[in-house]
């Protein structure tokens, strides 16, 4: 065996291994018969013992302290040792002789045993004369450094004493009757002094404004810790005896003082007169509680009155109000505890019958009381009864809107004027400081807070509130009042399932605050929406100036563009639905059911404010836009080509590599766009009458409409992003959410309504882009069809109808940039060169004839659109040189062009050079139809065999 890289041996073995190397030795030297060889292993055996007596030295050196310390200890003991048999041998003869004599003189020492007695009981009854005497003097004492066990055990053993043992004592009759009072009297004391622990010592004034963080205790923690260093009653060691140390103070710990008091009653015999006396005290104190805290807060939060503080102060206030009730409240079921240990142990008699736990209060009757209080105050502080009185009741159902949209665009008689006062003074400063005086004294002199009993018991005349009473203040106390209800409810294990104090919260949100909520909303909504709709009518009424937020809003809400007021107004309103879903969870159905609603009235609204715009005389017709924005198959097409790709790129939708398109593709798009546009518009000969929208603030209307309904869109699908369905979310996910989980039927059509307004938008955006090309073909299409390309040479100016598309795009322009961000006013305006180019070339067809005048007033009109253009979009617009040039070819002889086309290429398609070649032949009578028809021949052959050709 080893240890340490050391070999250990056992001692046994190692006195084994010795006497065998002995015998070894013995046996080596007696069978020797070689003396050499008994002389080597002498020597041998010699030089080992000299080793071993060397070792053996320097072990002794090494320790003779422990030797000579050994040796002198174990002589010290041995003499000790003597020295004790010698005393006990004298003690045992001293006793002998001790009993000896004893025997000798019995009756002496029994006579003397007897009078010691007779004299030991006379001065044991002075003795507790004296003491009774001094009882007064000490029980003062006790009671000054409140240890109420020592005082009570003393008063009740001296009143025992004086109606026992020293009954026939008359010196002591009137000191008898003192501790009898006293006694009666201790038992109001140890009754002040238990209220004074539950109530008075709870930490009231320990968590106001400004430590709201540690105002509220949370249940788990009073579970395992206690409040204020108490111990959960479950904790407490309830079979060991209550003991007072006279040399603490009892207060230190608040559970064994009131054990103490508890046990001070029971020697007292007032158990049952205690328990109904703290019954009878629990509303009064609660109320007092109550009193003392509003009071601390006013006085706290004097200087910082303003609505944010005044929800602060009101959340403060109830938390620290819940925090001394649960404090009460433990207190309370510390007593019982200790009351149940007494009765449960069936010692307590009175008048001889035991005493029975239904004699006693519970905790159901403490909670009851504060949810009575916490009811209360909650009344007042919600202003149930002003609005119980003027109640706006919800709707049976909020998913059906609670009124009729059509009713804003339904014609009205015309009102009979009101006959209105011809002054009136309300508005002049002096009444107005004065109401505001009057309102601010009426809002926080709440007399009404508790009944007249009540205020009596508290012994207050009237109680100030820390803010003024509101529906609202529901959602700044809502959480902590619910976790506070869950207490209760899990403390007292309520029968029905529901407290009372739940109930009446449950009542006041369903009945009165979603009312009130829904018909705060409404009113709100319907207000800005109205202002909307008249400045649709009526875009130059006076409402029109105030139809868009200022700049200011602009810049807080972080947008670049104007919004609608009324936009805004429905967000500001929705965001407050957002927010109450938050601070009442219970109820955020009901709170997105009002936000669908809301929604829904919203974009019925916008529609029929749209409609209102697109519409034109009194029938149902529509601009062309309009149509042609809502038709299936003409918004798919532009929803695919690359400039509408690229704005919904740069709204965050990043575009797929399949998606980029090369420039020649794009050019492709548009001229297909060109084509659909001009065979829609162009099919027939007459013109575009009063299908577009001619006043320019009506489309500045319908720009604002589409960057308000995007931006509304894109918070509210943030927000529907946000939340989840109930039936979809774990535990974890419900905890870690931002919003609480919702009907997964509201929340589909939350969703539906969101995809409205986006759709709206879009909508909108491409009205405006075909808004604009149609204007083109409006202006356009009568300049080859209504003016005169041969007349004389004086007559070069750009056409009158192109002048005015000129003003038209301008004006557009001006609206549009104020009204767009610049990548969706790109939108509208890019690829416009090329519809103009395509417009005026396709118009060829149109021209009766055309002289060289002719041909450069057509190249001005080229020009001046071309100019115009290019200060709008900022590029070159080089498709309009394109057109000019197309128009240039007539300067050519047709023969000359189809020369030019077998030379060079085509550069436009064969329809585009047969227009051209027929305008000529138009244009000159001497031309015969077989030369038309030999140069058409001519220019097929050539066309479709050139490699341009198509």
Not at 182 to 195: A, F, G, P, W
Not at 438 to 453: E, I, K, P, Y
Not at 730 to 747: F, G, I, Q
Request: proline fraction near 3%.
């Amino acid at each position: 065996m080893e240890k340490n890289g050391e070999k250990i041996v056992n001692p046994a073995a190692k006195g084994r291994e010795t006497s065998e190397f002995l015998m070894a030795i013995v046996r080596t030297l007696s069978t020797s018969a070689d003396f050499e060889q008994r002389e080597k292993e002498k020597a041998r055996i010699e030089k080992t013992f000299i080793q071993s007596d060397k070792r053996l030295g320097e072990l002794v050196s090494e320790n003779y302290q422990e030797l000579a310390q050994i040796t002198q200890d174990f002589s010290t003991i041995s003499k000790s040792v003597n020295e004790a048999r010698e005393k006990i041998k004298k003690i045992k003869d001293d006793l002998s002789s001790c009993k000896t004599l004893l025997h000798c003189k019995r009756d002496e020492l029994r006579r003397l045993w007897i009078e010691g007695v007779e004299q030991k009981t006379m001065v044991a009854m002075l003795d507790q004369i004296e003491q009774i005497k001094e009882v007064p003097t000490k029980l003062d004492n006790l009671l000054l450094k409140k240890h109420y066990l020592h005082g009570t055990e003393l008063v009740v053993n001296a009143v025992a004493k004086l109606e026992n043992q020293l009954v026939g004592v008359e010196a002591l009759r009137d000191l008898k009757a003192e501790l009898i009072t006293r006694k009666e009297q201790l038992h109001d004391v140890l009754i002040e002094e238990l209220n004074k622990q539950i109530y008075i010592k709870s930490p009231n004034l320990s968590s106001l404004p400004g430590k709201r963080g540690s105002s509220v205790m949370k249940q788990d923690t009073l579970k395992r810790k206690g409040i204020n260093g108490i111990p959960a009653p479950e904790k407490l060691e309830f079979g060991k005896e209550v003991k007072e140390d006279l040399n603490s103070n009892p207060e230190d710990d608040p559970a064994h003082f009131i054990a103490i008091l508890v046990e001070s009653l029971y020697m007292l015999r007032k158990i049952p007169e205690a328990a109904e006396g703290l019954k009878v005290k629990i509303q009064p104190e609660l109320s007092a509680i109550v009193a003392r805290t509003s009071q601390a807060i006013l006085e706290s939060s004097s200087n910082q009155m303003d609505s944010s503080s005044q929800s602060q102060c009101l959340l403060d206030f109830l938390e620290s109000i819940f925090h001394q009730f649960r404090f009460v409240a433990h207190m309370h079921k510390v007593v019982l505890r200790n009351l149940h240990k007494i009765i449960i142990s069936g010692v307590f008699t009175v008048s001889g019958v035991p005493v029975r736990q239904e004699c006693l209060y519970d905790m159901t009757d403490v909670w009851s009381k504060i949810q009575a209080v916490v009811e209360l105050l909650l009344r007042e502080y919600l202003d149930v009864e002003n609005t119980a009185a003027s109640r706006q009741r919800a709707p049976t159902s909020f998913d059906e809107p609670s009124t009729d949209i059509n009713s804003f665009f339904a014609k009205k008689r015309p009102a009979k004027p009101k006959k209105m006062a011809l002054f009136r003074f309300d508005a002049s400063i002096h009444a107005i400081s004065t109401n505001s005086y009057v309102d601010d004294s009426r809002a926080f002199d709440t007399g009404d807070l508790f009944s007249s009993s009540l205020l009596a018991e508290m012994g207050l005349e009237k109680n100030q509130m820390v803010c003024k009473p509101s529906v609202y203040n529901i959602t700044a106390i809502f959480k902590p009042l619910e976790s506070f209800i869950r207490e209760i409810e899990d403390a007292i294990a309520c029968p029905d399932g529901t407290s009372s104090l739940q109930a009446f919260v449950t009542d006041f949100v369903q009945n009165i605050f979603l009312g009130q909520v829904h018909y705060t909303v409404l009113t709100s909504i319907g207000s800005a929406t109205k202002d909307l709709i008249r400045y649709y009518k009526n875009p130059q009424s006076f409402d029109a100036l105030r139809h868009v937020v200022d700049h200011k809003t602009q810049k807080e809400l972080g947008v670049s563009r104007p919004l609608l007021t009324s936009t805004v107004t429905v967000d500001k309103n929705l965001q407050e639905l957002r927010e109450l879903m938050q601070d009442l969870p219970d109820y955020a159905d009901q709170f997105l059911n009002m936000i669908c609603n809301t929604l829904k009235e919203y974009k019925d609204t916008c529609h029929s404010a749209y409609r209102e715009i697109v519409q034109y005389d009194s029938d149902d017709r529509r601009v062309i836009s309009a149509m042609w924005a809502k038709d299936e198959d003409i918004s798919r097409f532009l929803r695919s080509l690359p400039s509408w790709r690229s704005l919904q790129s740069s709204s965050g939708q990043e575009l797929a590599t399949d998606d980029v398109c090369s420039e020649e593709e794009i050019k492709a798009l548009n001229s297909k766009e060109a084509q659909i546009l001009i065979s829609n518009l162009t099919s027939s000969d007459g013109l575009i009458q009063q299908e577009i929208i001619t006043d320019v603030t009506q489309m500045r209307t319908i720009a604002n409409v589409h960057e308000s309904v995007e931006w509304f869109s894109n918070r509210m699908k943030d927000f529907s992003n946000r939340l989840c369905a109930r039936t979809n979310t774990t535990p974890a996910e419900t905890a870690a959410a931002e919003y609480p989980p919702v009907s997964e039927k509201t929340l589909s059509s939350l969703r539906n309504l969101v995809k409205d307004f986006q759709d709206l938008a879009e909508i909108c955006l491409l009205l405006l882009h075909l808004e604009v090309r149609v204007h083109c073909f409006y202006f356009l299409l009568p300049v080859a069809k209504q003016s005169n390309y041969a007349g004389p040479i004086d007559d070069l100016d750009p056409d009158s109808n192109v002048l005015k598309l000129n003003k038209d795009l301008s004006s557009m322009e001006e609206v549009l940039q104020q009204s767009l961000q610049p990548k969706k006013f790109k939108y509208i305006f890019e690829s416009l060169g090329f519809l103009v180019a395509s417009i005026l070339m396709n118009s060829i067809q149109y021209m009766k004839k055309i002289n060289e005048n002719g041909i450069k007033k057509m190249c001005r009109n080229l020009f001046a659109i071309q100019q115009n253009l290019t200060n709008i979009t900022m590029s070159r617009e080089p498709d309009l040189d394109h057109a000019r040039q197309y128009y240039e070819l007539l300067y050519i002889n047709p023969d000359d062009v189809i020369t030019m086309i077998a030379e060079k290429g085509s550069q436009y398609t064969f329809q585009e050079y047969t227009e051209l070649i027929k305008l000529h032949h138009r244009s000159h009578a001497a031309l015969s139809p077989s030369q038309l028809e030999n140069r058409m021949q001519k220019l097929k052959d050539v066309f479709f065999k050139t490699p341009n050709g198509d």
